[in-house]
Nanobody, 119 residues
Framework: QAQLAESGGGLVQAGESLRLSCAGS????????IGWFRQAPGKEREFVGS????????YYADAVKGRFTVSRDDAKNTVFLQMTSLKPEDTAVYYC????????????WGQGTQVTVSS
């Protein structure tokens, strides 16, 4: 059974750091790409960053470029989102998703983890 599970969210102050984890199982561990997304209250879900399984290429939204880093540990089937210099506008529920086949939509999603940044 394909599953994703996020962890590591919490409450931090502006300027602090936080690392989120996305643990995969089943088909998600072989996914072409794992992406991180976030959804703030009253807003649509937006792309944050992603990493490919094979070539490990990473992509980032402009809003987080230079502050967030996506990495992966394939031995643990886990993808990480290291967030630094956090801002109140980074407050959201963060989700990881698995894109199993290139060019298709993200097929599997985790339940999300809340990140709250206080000013």
């Amino acid at each position: 059974q394909a599953q994703l599970a996020e962890s590591g969210g919490g409450l931090v102050q502006a300027g602090e750091s936080l690392r989120l984890s996305c643990a995969g199982s089943g088909r998600t561990s072989r996914a072409y790409r794992i992406g991180w997304f976030r959804q703030a209250p009253g807003k649509e879900r937006e792309f944050v960053g992603s990493i490919n399984k094979g070539d490990r290429l990473t992509y980032y939204a402009d809003a987080v470029k230079g502050r967030f880093t996506v990495s992966r540990d394939d031995a643990k089937n886990t993808v990480f989102l290291q967030m630094t210099s956090l801002k109140p506008e980074d407050t959201a529920v963060y989700y990881c998703g698995a894109q199993v086949v290139p060019g298709t939509s993200y097929q599997y999603w985790g339940q999300g983890t809340q990140v709250t940044v206080s000013s």
